[in-house]
């Protein structure tokens, strides 16, 4: 099992209690593009060009809310990401 997998599986397991970093790492793992605005706001824009959805992080401290885990979740599954058959 790959570190892409454990981190898959622990997002998972427990949305509640994901970080930004974990899934940001994800998202751009699978391709997706970074935008953050430039006015010091602490929302990050996840785009792919597969994909009309874009995906919005709140990046502060602690976990993200679970809804924003579950939309980047959703996301990584409308792309077909599954890195256990890399």
Known sequence: ????????QKIKSN??????A???????????AERQPKSGSSHHIYY????????VLVQGHGALPEYQVKEALRALYLLGVNYGEE
Not at 15 to 20: G, H, K, L, Q, Y
Not at 22 to 32: C, K
Not at 48 to 55: F, G, K, S, W
């Open 1 to 8: 099992m790959t570190r892409k997998d454990k981190l898959l």
């Open 22 to 32: 974990d899934v940001r790492q994800l998202l751009l793992d699978a391709g997706f």
């Open 48 to 55: 792919h060009v597969a994909l009309e959805q874009i995906v």
């Open 15 to 20: 949305p509640r209690n994901a970080i930004f």
